[in-house]
């Protein structure tokens, strides 16, 4: 998944809520390390987000699904004077700008950016001119760091997705590719490119044998042969996270692939797909119906909750008919 | 795997007033538990083994329900259960929905079992069934067996019940004094027909679609040296597979093949002997009149080639013999190639080597080359896959084949009532080697046998002991048989009568109705009747010819059905179906399924 999240257009009647609760959820995410703190922002967001028409007043909000007594008063704040203090004190804040900034970086998370923070690091140049205490990750995110800042437009995915699929399947022909991510969910630009590849052959049941599975290596070998890969950032059995470009006139793109179990396909691609605020409300609803989802798998719960044998699933259709959730197509998956 | 009793129910959510928890307990697969109500969240029972055992393997007949879970306690700890068995999957949403496949059957293995659960001693098993997609039934579970590896006990009482089916102990045969050399007799009697037999064979079965007799034929007719070579082989098989099961079962079988070896070869020189005598003209005819009108039904084609063997002696070129195939006993099983569902060891050990003893191939898998599939019970994996491709059977198929020493149509064994209710077709028929089939035979066994025949069943036994001495004999001597048998002795028409004589010798023949007041009713044909008749009393039943109060069964046809009932309402009203069942499978049937 892609570093940074699209703000939300002006289109949206209720943008502006939208982007300073994004704003403090992120300040959650990597300056106060307040995870739930940052959930709770994100699902009001998306909340407000889906609402079609102005939110009139805190009180309004409140009676919107993850919207409770804070969140309102925030938006009473913001709509009686234009702007939020607590987001103003974060800005004249050096130490969050700082984080910010490097965190925009693939590879430095908000514990690394603090860390460099310590060290004196503010900007992405000081970054570049001193890179000996990054990671190869990370040396590579600063490399391309102008190039992963830019949105990737939904065609140039396509192309990716056709140049990707020709090559793999050149491989193989039962090779099955799915580019997941904001792109399934029919966005018009993404930050990454986030591929999920199965194989009939390969199951869960042969994850954990010894000898390594070597399809991911040639897979990833005929792509940077056909120069379609030009950077690795890390390279597994099972995922790959490098950059990719089409030709020198593109920019270089953040490209994921990863190689699921044949069994546990339709689960990735529902996880992958997202957004991570629909999984979250999907994963509670499993469990009401007395199922866990992940990735992996879908399971129901015993009487003690202990999760049972994973369920046997041909389609992304199952995972929704078992739990009792009416289907949503992936453009509808964006709340 | 011996199997842990379940010694009563503890608890349970609830039960519907038929289908109630007890039925568990039952080792009839017909009975079985489901929730009262329709729409109930889970539904779960508590049971108490006889014993804490540790649990090895667990087998599951499931009753629509979605999800079973199975945990463990232990009664002297309060409540606490564990999962044993993490909740399984028996249906998916759109079979829940529809209603499909709601019987599945899974057996959980070791490996399946949660850890360390499985390596501790547990004497209480939790059982809870969900189904969440389908709110409009009741749910339940079928069937549980608990598997432990521990010694076999007095838990199971030495016998396990399959059904109404009872299994048989382990032992590979009962060897008791005299039936060794009965069994002999019928080794002689499976050499290949001749050439001549055959054909008639064939001709006896041109109203049967079926080709597979000819392809019998075809394999019987193989001279006896190349069956000699044959042999080799499957002896091999066999002593590999004895590995697998202990050496008390290998003991009795070994001894078994020894004596099959002997005959073997015994067989084979006797052949010999048999050609050349062949070529001088029988004499001896057997004068029974009554058996010539049994000659004219078709049916009896057995009775029918012998009695025209004998009455024709122009015809006599070669020596008389049975119009049944015979096969050698390893090779009575020689087309099948079968598969095991449901059976574990060491009773899936014995029952392929018996079946690999008689000539059958062994697969772990259902293929296409694939014939039968001996399976435990209905809707296992296997068994689900093999539906509507092969023939399924229960176990008792091989047993009983191999017990008998004849192939018996596998019908009478399906493991699925809808196939064991269709006629039996023409090619188990044919291999049908001893067991009476056709109506007018077991007529001859009541009738001709006992009464018009007494004198020559006289002359039968005389030359049946005579036989017996000589096997004795020649057993003394090593094989040197060809003095002291003289191929005429027994190339009578004596062979297919002989099983008869050596169960009545047993007092074993069939007599299922002994005892039992029947009274058939007047509304039948009269042949019908006369049939009917003749079966109860060839079964030794008591034919009545009034109503008493101790009848037992009325057997009526259905227009009088009512009447009859309502003149005596304390005696079951049957259908004529009944006997013929019974006679059909040799037993006495339930009447259950027959009664007005």
């Known amino acids: ?335 | 795997m011996p199997q842990v009793k379940i010694d009563h129910i503890v608890s349970f959510s609830s039960e519907d007033p038929v289908h109630a928890a007890s039925n568990i307990l039952s080792s009839d697969s017909n009975k079985k538990w489901k929730c009262r109500s329709v729409g109930e969240k889970n539904a779960s029972v508590v049971l108490q083994l006889e014993k804490a055992s540790q649990i090895t393997a667990i087998d599951i007949g499931n009753e629509h329900s979605a999800y079973i879970e199975v945990l463990v306690s232990r009664s002297s700890s309060n409540d606490d259960y564990k999962v044993l068995l993490v909740t399984s999957c028996f249906m998916t949403p759109v079979e829940s929905r529809q209603s499909q496949n709601i019987n599945k059957v899974r057996m959980f293995t070791h490996e399946h079992l949660s850890k360390p659960e499985c390596d501790e001693k547990w004497d209480r098993v939790k059982i809870v069934c969900s189904q969440p997609f389908n709110k409009h039934v009741q749910f339940g579970l079928s069937f549980v067996r608990i598997h432990s590896n521990e010694t076999r006990t007095s838990a199971t009482g030495g016998t396990t019940k399959i059904g109404k089916f009872v299994i048989r102990p382990e032992s590979p045969d009962n060897i008791l004094a005299g039936n060794l050399f009965a069994k002999r007799k019928d080794y002689k009697d499976d050499k290949p027909p001749t050439a001549a037999a055959a054909i008639r064979n064939v001709t006896s079965f041109t109203t049967s679609p079926s080709c597979k007799p000819k392809i019998l034929n075809k394999n019987s007719n193989t001279t006896p040296k190349k069956q000699a070579n044959t042999e080799e082989p499957a002896n091999k098989n066999r002593n590999r597979d004895e590995l697998f099961y202990d050496q008390e079962d290998s003991k009795g079988s070994e001894k078994l093949e020894r004596i099959m070896k002997k005959k073997e070869e015994e067989d084979a020189m006797k052949r010999k002997m048999e050609e050349q005598v062949k070529k001088s003209p029988k004499v001896v005819v057997r004068k029974d009149n009554k058996k010539a009108e049994m000659a004219k039904s078709p049916a009896s084609s057995r009775k029918y080639d012998t009695k025209r063997k004998n009455e024709d002696d122009s015809a006599h070129t070669q020596k008389p013999k049975k119009s049944k195939l015979s096969k050698p006993f390893n090779k009575l099983l020689d087309n099948v190639v079968f598969v095991i569902s449901g059976i574990q060891n060491p009773e899936r050990a014995s029952l392929r080597s018996m079946a690999l003893e008689m000539g059958a191939k062994y697969k772990a898998d259902w293929d296409s080359t694939c014939t039968h599939l001996i399976c435990a019970f209905v809707n296992t994996p296997k068994f689900n896959q093999v539906k509507g491709k092969g023939k399924i059977v229960k176990r008792t198929w091989v047993q009983k084949c191999h017990e008998e020493r004849k192939r018996l149509p596998w019908r009478r064994f399906a493991l699925d009532k809808n196939d064991g209710n269709l006629p039996e077709s023409e090619d188990e028929i044919d291999e049908l080697l001893d067991v009476p089939e056709v109506t007018e035979y077991s007529f001859d066994v009541s009738d001709d046998e006992h009464k018009a025949e007494g004198s020559d069943t006289e002359e039968r036994v005389a030359k049946i002991l005579e036989r017996q001495k000589q096997d004795q004999s020649s057993k003394g001597n090593g094989l040197d048989v060809t003095n002291t048998k003289t191929p005429s002795i027994f190339d009578l028409d004596t062979d297919e009568e002989e099983p008869y004589l050596i169960s009545d010798n047993d007092n074993s023949a069939p007599d299922f109705f002994r005892g039992m007041k029947i009274y058939i009713d007047h509304s039948f044909e009269e042949d019908e009747f006369n049939t009917l008749q003749k079966y109860v009393k060839a079964y030794k039943g008591d034919c009545l010819d009034y109503v008493t109060n101790d009848t037992d069964v009325i057997v009526t046809a259905k227009e009088n059905s009512s009447l009859m009932k309502e003149n005596h309402p304390t005696v079951k009203c049957a259908k004529s179906r009944w006997i013929l069942k019974c006679h059909k499978k040799q037993t006495i049937l339930p009447m259950d399924e027959y009664i007005y």
Request: proline share 5%; glycine share 6%.
């Open chain 1, 1 to 335: 998944m892609s570093k940074r999240k699209n703000p939300v257009g002006e289109e949206n009647p209720n943008y502006d809520f939208c982007n300073f609760l994004l704003e403090l959820a992120e300040y959650e995410k990597n300056v106060s390390r307040n995870m739930h703190k940052f959930s709770a922002y994100k699902k009001a967001a998306a909340t407000l987000g889906e609402h079609p028409t102005r939110i009139k007043s805190g009180d309004e909000a409140r009676k919107l699904k993850g919207i409770g007594d804070k969140i309102s008063k925030k938006i009473d704040e913001f709509l009686a004077t234009g702007k939020l203090k607590k987001l103003e004190n974060i800005h004249n804040d050096p130490k969050t700008e700082a984080i910010n900034i490097l965190t925009k970086v693939t590879g430095i998370g908000p514990a690394k950016a603090l860390s460099l923070y310590n060290q004196g690091f503010r900007t992405i140049e000081e970054l570049q001119k001193n890179p000996e205490s990054l990671t190869h990750h990370q040396k590579i995110g600063l490399k391309y760091y102008e190039d992963f800042e830019k949105k990737i437009p939904r065609q140039e995915i396509q192309e990716i997705e056709k140049r990707l699929k020709d090559l793999i399947q050149s491989i193989d022909s039962l090779y099955k590719i799915t580019i997941c991510g904001s792109y399934r969910r029919g966005k018009s630009e993404s930050g990454d490119v986030d591929t999920l590849i199965t194989h009939p052959n390969w199951t869960s049941d042969k994850v954990n044998k010894k000898d390594k599975n070597p399809m991911l290596k040639k897979i990833i070998n005929a792509l940077t042969v056909a120069d379609l890969i030009i950077d690795t950032l890390s390279l597994g059995e099972t995922k790959f996270m490098g950059a990719c470009r089409l030709d020198s006139e593109h920019p270089v793109r953040r490209l994921d692939i990863r190689l699921t179990p044949y069994d546990q396909y339709y689960c990735s691609i529902l996880y992958f797909t997202g957004s991570d605020v629909f999984n979250k409300t999907m994963r509670a609803h499993a469990v009401e119906q007395g199922f866990t989802l992940n990735e992996y798998t879908l399971r129901p719960l015993g009487s003690t909750g202990v999760p049972g044998e994973p369920i046997e699933i041909t389609s992304e259709e199952d995972i929704f008919d078992f739990i009792d959730y009416p289907y949503k197509k992936p453009e509808d998956r964006n709340a």
